[in-house]
Structure formats: C-alpha cells, structure tokens
C-alpha cells in the first residue's frame, strides 16, 4: 500500500525557512516521479514542483523560483522542500504526491502540511 506522510510545516515570519519531508513506503522515490503541490484558502491547487526518477527537477518558476528547492534522499526514501526566504503569499497546506509508472495522473497524495508565513 502506497502511503506518504508530510511533515515540518509550521508558522514561520516572512523572510524565514522551512523544510518540508515527505516519507514515503509503498513505493520508491528514486524510481518514481513525485511531486509538491500547494493549495492556499479559497484557492485552486497550485504546482510547486517535481523530481523525475532521473533527478531531473522542474519547479512552478512564477511562484517559487530561486527560493524553493527540491531534492531527495533515496537510503530514506523521501523527498524534501526546502523553502527559502517565504513570503506571506506562501501560506498554504503544502502536499506530495507520487506518480505510478508513466501515467500522468499523480495516483497518491499524502494529507497535507500547513504552512503559514506572517507578515
């Protein structure tokens, strides 16, 4: 059974960090693609990024570039964000999810984490 779990959301101020996890069993994040997701209140679901099962990294350029990054560690199977210099416009449940084989649907998501940045 798939499952990926979220964690180190948190409240931060504008300006701070904070390092998303999502730990995963079921699957093998080195050979899957997985991916972040963001919904903030009263908004649609919104891409953050994605790493490929070769590494390669893409990121929602207009909402986070330069200031999130991607990365995973395979021997934890799990997948990392690092947000960097957050603003207020960031406060959102942050999400993974994980892609089966070549389907383009993300199949699984985790529950979620809150993160809240205040002003």
């Known amino acids: 059974q798939v499952q990926l779990v979220e964690s180190g959301g948190g409240l931060v101020q504008a300006g701070g960090s904070l390092r998303l996890s999502c730990a995963a069993s079921g699957i093998s994040v080195s050979t899957s693609t997985m991916g972040w997701f963001r919904q903030a209140p009263g908004k649609e679901r919104e891409f953050v990024g994605r790493?490929?099962?070769?590494?390669?990294?893409?990121y929602n350029t207009d909402s986070v570039k330069g200031r999130f990054t991607i990365s995973r560690d395979n021997a934890k199977n799990t997948v990392f964000l690092q947000m960097n210099s957050l603003k207020p416009e960031d406060t959102a449940v942050y999400y993974c999810?994980?892609?089966?084989?070549?389907?383009?649907?993300?199949?699984?998501w985790g529950q979620g984490t809150q993160v809240t940045v205040s002003s």
């Open positions: 999810a994980v892609k089966i084989g070549f389907s383009s649907e993300y199949a699984y």
């Open positions: 790493i490929y099962r070769t590494g390669t990294i893409t």
